[in-house]
């Protein structure tokens, strides 16, 4: 890969791998950390990284930097989380549709409400999803099946939302 080639893919795939990373840690400095780390990521294996295939490999760092990211909010505390809870309470009154479902969206496992933000929102393939997350086909369409059987029966009748 070559410096011009380097600096397309950056400017084709950036914007999809920011709103990714946002959607799933919903910190806006956290996101463009992990953009940034993708990227740089891909500049030093870009001898071992096929033509083509620079999407897939973007997606899967960033999908691997968000996973860790999250396990270690777990496993150590995040006071920023606690904060961002308080924020997401204050706001219960506001009753824009997209709001009320990406807050159902947040209460799945991490790894359905990665899967749902890759198909549903971004649009990718179950192929490429698989492709990005080491899982097989199947296992993605599994896994989004239960998110999305997860969200109807929390959300319940469409009525409930208006």
């Known amino acids: ?4 080639e380097y600096d397309a893919c950056v400017a084709k795939y950036a914007d999809h791998l920011y709103r990714f990373a946002l959607k799933s840690l919903r ?3 956290q996101a463009k950390d992990i953009v940034q780390e993708s990227f740089l990521r891909l500049w030093e294996n870009r ?20 996973v860790d990211d ?16 308080a924020d997401e ?12 479902v990406k807050r159902y ?24 999803i698989a492709e990005m ?7 993605v369409k599994v896994y989004i099946f ?3 059987v997860t969200l109807r029966k929390e959300i319940g009748d469409i009525q409930n939302l208006l």
């Open 70 to 85: 999250v396990r270690f909010a777990k496993r150590y505390g995040s006071n920023e989380n606690l904060s961002m809870h």
């Open 89 to 100: 309470q204050g706001r219960q009154g506001y009753d824009n549709l997209g709001e009320v």
């Open 27 to 29: 910190d806006s400095d």
């Open 133 to 139: 997350t080491s899982l097989t086909e199947t296992q």
């Open 105 to 128: 969206v947040d209460r799945l496992p991490p790894r359905q409400k990665t899967l749902i933000l890759l198909r549903d929102y971004e649009g990718y393939s179950y192929r490429e």
């Open 47 to 66: 001898e071992s990284v096929f033509s083509g295939k620079e999407k897939s490999y973007l997606f899967t760092i960033a999908y691997r930097l968000i």
């Open 1 to 4: 890969m070559t410096a011009s």
């Open 146 to 148: 239960r998110a999305r």
